[in-house]
């Protein structure tokens, strides 16, 4: 017998944008009218004193200005269309849509920069420096305060990436003072296999020091299974033999041996949120509007480098060679963008650990999973289709869903179970 159900959380709206959705869309308006009060300023300037190299900036500000525009409309059309039942998981993939777009359009101005700047040292041309390093100050200061602007607290919309921001299962010490001592016990993940690690300081004028194979470690998980952890002196602490399986949701039985009968203690451990503010929480859309104007804001510092290294050197081939540097910069971001919400566009999964945590707390049930899918929906939300195999067929798909409920980035949750034991 099979039983399928889907959740949406909160509701069954399929609104799946990010936290920050309309706050970003009115950071990049604001960085829009910026751009365009400069661009008018350039090109109305520049034309009224003679100067195409103001003219030029001018038009150069207009394609941020196009770049803005691409991440609000995309932003607007996902508010707009957001309970739009012909978006079968919502518009919260709009904002990729977006960032893959602007991506493509970052890796057209670096081969036009790289190309510019190639012809440029194969044929030199005259140089107002002082104009030049004027202009590329005024394109500096513009790109600060649109970087500045579009950064806010959103913290992910820096051109690099940053360590994924897993979950600790319990990295603050639990401390136990017992008759022969105090022990500070933890769970150690850093990188490794979970395990228990047991630090003992020993109490003053106590009858007995305790070993390692005096503690007793036992494990009681909410559906009653229980499992006895043996440990080890590795020298700074002890650490216990086998890994700890997920999930981390259990009491923890700590007694000491022979003496067990005059010392016990139980310790509650809870599985915590998971990632907090992990890779698949990041507005791509976001991003790639604070590339566009990060990336010239290195291009303009690299262009004050070069001009100046001509104008007070005469090194004047050092301008184009800064622009071959700067073409190279945006090109590797922009490869960046594209890998990231190329990846998404193409629902590959964005995070393996949470996969592998589910099928695990499927498997605690004494259950088996014969099919599990995870994308990402939008920003801080994941979609997750999971076909469990049960042997209990008291257990329903409501089971599971309640059961996966702890994992808060699971937004649209759909399960299939199908029982191995005829009713």
Excluded at 31 to 60: K, P, Q, Y
Excluded at 182 to 199: K, Y
Excluded at 364 to 376: A, C, K, N, Y
Excluded at 386 to 412: E, I, K, T
């Amino acid at each position: 017998m099979n039983a399928v159900s889907t959740l949406a959380r909160p509701d069954h709206d399929h609104v799946f944008l990010g936290e920050g959705h309309d706050r970003n869309a009115r950071r990049t308006l604001w960085v829009i009218i910026l751009c365009t009060a400069v661009m008018v300023v350039e090109i109305v300037g520049g034309m009224h004193f003679g100067s195409l190299a103001l003219v030029a900036d001018g038009l150069h500000m207009s394609t941020h200005a196009a770049a803005m525009l691409i991440a609000t409309l995309a932003y607007t059309y996902a508010r707009r269309h957001a309970h739009d039942g012909r978006f079968s998981f919502g518009t919260g993939k709009l904002g990729d849509l977006a960032g893959f777009s602007s991506a493509i359009i970052l890796a057209m101005i670096a081969l036009l920069i790289g190309y510019e700047a190639v012809n440029r040292m194969l044929h030199p041309v005259r140089i107002d420096f002082d104009q030049a390093i004027a202009i590329a100050f005024l394109g500096l200061a513009v790109n600060v305060i649109s970087a500045w602007m579009l950064s806010g607290d959103q913290g992910h919309g820096h051109p690099h990436g940053h360590a994924h921001a897993h979950h600790a299962h319990e990295d603050r010490p639990r401390v136990i003072d017992t008759p022969a001592g105090r022990l500070r016990l933890s769970i150690f993940e850093d990188g490794a296999p979970p395990r228990f690690q047991v630090r003992y300081l020993q109490v003053p004028g106590a009858a007995h020091a305790l070993q390692a194979s005096d503690l007793m470690l036992t494990t009681v998980r909410p559906d009653g299974q229980q499992q006895r952890f043996a440990l080890r002196d590795v020298g700074e602490y002890w650490e216990s033999i086998d890994e700890i399986p997920e999930p981390h949701e259990f009491d923890l039985n700590v007694g000491l041996g022979s003496r067990s009968d005059a010392f016990g203690a139980t310790l509650h451990y809870e599985e915590s949120a998971h990632h907090a503010h992990g890779e698949h929480h990041r507005d791509h859309n976001m991003r790639a509007a604070f590339v566009h104007v990060a990336a010239d804001a290195a291009v303009s510092v690299l262009a004050i480098l070069g001009l100046s290294a001509g104008k007070f050197f005469g090194l004047n081939f050092m301008d184009p060679v800064m622009g071959i540097v700067g073409a190279l910069v945006i090109a590797n971001w922009s490869l960046g963008l594209i890998q990231g919400t190329g990846a998404i566009l193409l629902d590959m999964n964005p995070d393996h650990r949470l996969s592998h945590e589910i099928a695990t707390l499927v498997k605690s049930q004494g259950d088996s999973v014969s099919d599990l899918h995870l994308w990402r929906l939008g920003p801080g939300h994941l979609g997750a289709i999971v076909s469990v195999q049960s042997q209990d067929n008291a257990r329903d798909s409501a089971h599971y869903q309640r059961l996966l409920a702890r994992f808060a980035d699971l937004s649209h949750v759909t399960v299939e179970v199908k029982h191995l034991c005829p009713s």
